[in-house]
């Protein structure tokens, strides 16, 4: 398999930037995800290494090898679009066996690609159906073993699981996952969910604006967000941001304070006006009486199954805790709550950005 190497990658449509100056390394075997909201430039960036878009400006290397001058055909390249792409009229046997004209391989050949590709799919018995014969998920499956079977050295997929239904979309990230893993693969993978990213990356990618945000495995783009943005695009509920102030070790929001985390003492100045981060996830019902344990109103509630949303209020702010769905209160109810000290995280109010490294 294939590294992937994107340098001082630019993509302008006359004065429109649609992607900045992208820099990123895509080891041999490895599953990157490219996640953001629409318009952020993802699918730009994909289409880039594909060759179904020209670069503007900047290098892209597949292999070891400049690929910028490349036909799509020539990069060592299989795409899985969206909207999979197959020809109606043709079997699943022969929308596979298309795609391996251009390579002239002998009937012998052909017939063994399919076949084994067929098999690792759970296509074996469907190879003389047409596409108007098969469900929403296995019409993506054969869109992927159409790619497959060309054995190439780089898999790029454009959203592939958009036009799946809830459970069908769980049960194909699974087989894109267990492919992967089988077939080592090097994979860059386009999303704007962020579960998709969250269980099918080794890294995650997070897009705004032609830009890329952060970089990270999915534990660290979901425990140390670089900013507010990621803070926030990043987990489901997203992150409770609460003004305040640092002073005198402490951090002071407008109805409650807490002392300043050990991680943080040495990095924010006094003074400084901070966004405190919360992960619902780390708000806890708590015994009234001691220190940083505070009072709540519950104005909502979400069962979720084994787990609960509480839409809570802590003075005049508004909160999101998540807890287990037995432990849930009343609507209404006056409750008590700590946070998770060890994981709260302080971003700048200005900028934005974490305090963690400064």
Request: charged share 25%; net charge negative.
């Amino acid at each position: 398999m294939s590294a992937i190497i994107l340098r001082n990658l630019v993509k302008r449509y006359e004065a429109d930037m649609a992607v900045h100056d992208i820099n990123l390394n895509v080891e041999a075997g490895e599953f990157v995800v490219l996640l953001g909201p629409s318009g952020c430039g993802k699918t730009t960036t994909l289409r880039m290494v594909a060759g179904l878009e020209d670069v503007s400006e900047g290098e892209i290397y597949i292999g070891g090898e400049l690929a910028n001058d490349l036909a799509p055909k020539d990069r060592g390249i299989a795409m899985v679009f969206q909207n999979y792409a197959l020809y109606p009229h043709m079997t699943v046997r022969q929308n596979m066996e298309f795609a391996l004209r251009p390579l002239r391989l002998d009937r012998a050949e052909v017939n063994r690609r399919i076949t084994e590709t067929a098999e690792i799919l759970g296509l074996d018995e469907y190879l003389a159906r047409r596409p108007s014969q098969l469900s929403g998920g296995q019409r993506q499956r054969v869109a992927m073993g159409r790619a497959m079977v060309r054995t190439p050295e780089v898999f790029l997929f454009d959203e592939p699981l958009s036009n799946l239904d809830a459970k069908l979309r769980t049960k194909v990230r699974w087989e894109i996952g267990y492919l992967h893993r089988r077939l080592g693969m090097t994979t860059l993978y386009v999303t704007h969910d962020q579960t998709e990213a969250m269980t099918l990356a080794d890294k995650i990618v997070i897009m705004r604006q032609g830009r890329i945000e952060q970089v990270g495995t999915p534990e660290e783009v979901f425990v140390r967000p670089r900013n507010t943005f990621v803070a926030t695009f990043i987990g489901t509920p997203a992150m409770n941001l609460v003004p305040a102030v640092s002073a005198d070790a402490n951090l002071h929001a407008k109805d409650f304070s807490l002392p300043m985390p050990q991680k943080f003492r040495n990095h924010v100045p006094e003074g400084l006006e901070v966004l405190i981060g919360i992960r619902p996830s780390n708000i806890n019902l708590a015994d009234s009486g001691p220190a940083n344990v505070f009072a709540a109103s519950v104005r909502g509630i979400e069962y979720l199954g084994t787990d609960a949303l509480l839409d809570l209020r802590v003075g005049s702010e508004e909160l999101v805790a998540e807890i287990p769905a037995i432990l849930r209160p009343e609507v209404d109810a006056q409750i008590h709550v700590s946070f998770d000290m060890q994981s709260l995280q302080l971003f700048d109010a200005k900028t934005g950005q974490s305090l963690e490294s400064i």
